[in-house]
């Protein structure tokens, strides 16, 4: 069975450094793209970025271009998103999601077609 | 930039009925839409692709049709398990970005 299994939920304070992780199991996770969506609470899906764990390559939606910096390590088949100095607005639901496969060029322009059930992050003093 | 419109935002709906729902995109982006299904305290799943196809496991009172600017997500016959939240995806341009959302609700 395919799956991502989301490291559990967190509770910060503002300044603190965080990095959440994502493992992927049930297929070859060096072959599919993986992405990170936010949600903050009753609000929408905001697509962040995604890494591709064969190479490392990685894309950030402007929105989140040097917010925070995804990752992967391909010999434990985890992606990671994680900040170097949380604010309170950064309080939300974050999943991660495999991009469907493709082949050829621009995969990272792909669904998300398997998702993890999510790692709650709240941000407080 | 692609600018996204999905409506509309809240659908208030009775088991049975036939809903739609819209996704607009400022430019045309051929079939690159992808419809997903949220429920409460839930994961979104992925619902339809290729702004058409149906993912696997999926029941066929869902369909998808469109291409270009212009998008609906049909739900033939609502039933209970239907009651969330839906969003449309479009994979077309850097940064893929997914509509406002619409809950569907029981009326």
């Known amino acids: 069975e395919v799956q991502l299994v989301q490291s559990g939920a967190e509770v910060k304070k503002p300044g603190e450094s965080l990095k959440i992780s994502c493992k992927g199991s049930?297929?070859?996770?060096?072959?599919?793209?993986i992405g990170w969506v936010r949600q903050m609470p009753g609000k929408g899906l905001e697509w962040m970025g995604i890494?591709?764990?064969?190479?490392?390559?990685?894309r950030y939606s402007p929105s989140f271009q040097g917010q925070v910096t995804i990752s992967a390590d391909k010999s434990i088949s985890t992606a990671y998103l994680q900040w170097s100095s949380l604010k309170a607005s950064d309080t939300a639901m974050y999943y991660c999601?495999?991009?469907?496969?493709?082949?050829?060029?621009?995969?990272?322009?792909?669904?998300?077609?398997?998702w993890g059930k999510g790692t709650t992050v709240t941000v407080s003093s | 930039v692609i600018w996204m419109t999905q409506s509309p935002s809240l659908l208030s709906a009775s088991t049975g009925d036939r809903v739609t729902i819209s996704c607009r995109m400022s430019?045309?982006?051929?079939?690159?839409l992808a419809w997903y299904q949220q429920k409460p305290g839930k994961a979104p799943e992925l619902l339809i692709y290729?702004?058409?196809t149906l993912q696997s496991g999926v029941p066929s009172r869902f369909s998808g049709s469109g291409s270009g600017t212009d998008f609906t997500l049909t739900i033939s016959c609502l039933q209970s398990e239907d009651f969330a939240t839906y969003y449309c995806?479009?994979?077309?341009?850097?940064?893929?970005?997914f509509g406002q959302g619409t809950k569907v609700e029981i009326k």
């Open positions: 290729a702004a058409s």
């Open positions: 890494i591709y764990p064969g190479d490392s390559d990685t």
């Open positions: 999601a495999r991009l469907s496969y493709c082949s050829g060029g621009s995969c990272y322009l792909h669904y998300m077609d398997v």
């Open positions: 995806q479009q994979y077309y341009s850097f940064p893929p970005k």
């Open positions: 430019q045309g982006i051929s079939s690159y």
């Open positions: 049930g297929y070859s996770f060096t072959s599919y793209w």
